[in-house]
């Protein structure tokens, strides 16, 4: 399966911890999303890279919040000081750069879900 | 406010029948519409992405409409299957690019047997 694969698929933290997940997205993509999803709402955008360089972040995001994508290939989301509003599904999405961006359709990974206690 | 409304939140069906999904939007400007179906506990998968000049899209048992002058979009699923049971989720993207879409809250659907 050449999928968009995402680890751990599951997280438990204590408040206070510093969490990092890994996407690995499809590898003829160029463009890697991270979203996050709590229930019963749809995903909520965070930030997006074009090959390394992270293009687009959410006001929304809070400073404790960190993606990298250092050599264009996988991505590390890292959440620093964990609180329980963190608690969520964080989702990765790749897609590829086409002219016709109506017809890249993002392709999800199945998440991590991050618990903090 | 850009925003995808969908209707209605949750469904229930016998496995067998067909069910129809409904999603009002008011986003503008308006590049397209994508269907995605999510299993709980799994990301989600897209079924279909419609243009402003496209009104109909099928992927095997799940046809989509487009109506751009009233802004709504329906998800309509035949001979609905156990397999069926998910959120299906409408977002609309404004300017085409995939960091900018609305995502609708979706409709859950469980196919009873």
């Known amino acids: 399966d050449t999928g968009v694969s995402q680890n751990p698929r599951h997280k438990i933290t204590k408040r206070g911890q510093n969490v990092t997940f890994r996407c690995d997205p499809i590898?003829?993509?160029?463009?890697l999303y991270w979203y996050r999803q709590t229930l019963g709402q749809g995903p909520e955008f965070l930030t997006y890279?074009?090959?390394?360089?992270?293009?687009?972040k959410s006001r929304l995001l809070s400073d404790r919040f960190s993606a990298e994508r250092p050599k264009g290939s996988f991505s590390t989301l890292e959440i620093q000081r964990t609180e329980q509003g963190d608690s969520a599904m964080y989702l990765c999405?790749?897609?590829?750069?086409?002219?016709?961006?109506?017809?890249?359709?993002?392709?999800f990974g199945n998440g991590t879900r991050l618990t903090v206690t | 406010k850009n925003q995808v409304e969908q209707s209605p939140q949750s469904l229930i069906i016998l496995e067998g029948k067909n069910c129809t999904l409904q999603?009002?939007?008011?986003?503008?400007?308006?590049?397209?519409l994508r269907w995605y179906k999510q299993d709980t506990g799994r990301g989600p998968v897209s079924l279909t992405i419609?243009?402003?000049s496209e009104n109909t899209k099928s992927n095997g048992r799940y046809t989509a409409t487009l109506d751009a002058d009233t802004k709504q979009s329906s998800l309509h699923i035949t001979a609905s299957q156990l397999s069926d049971s998910a959120s299906y989720i409408c977002?609309?993207?404004?300017?085409?690019?995939?960091?900018?879409?609305?995502w609708g809250a979706g409709t859950k659907l469980i196919i009873k047997p």
């Open positions: 999405a790749s897609s590829r750069n086409l002219r016709d961006r109506a017809s890249s359709p993002l392709h």
């Open positions: 590898s003829e993509h160029n463009r």
């Open positions: 890279f074009q090959n390394e360089a992270q293009l687009e």
């Open positions: 999603c009002n939007y008011t986003v503008s400007p308006f590049s397209n």
């Open positions: 419609m243009t402003f």
């Open positions: 977002v609309v993207s404004a300017s085409g690019s995939n960091y900018q879409l609305i």
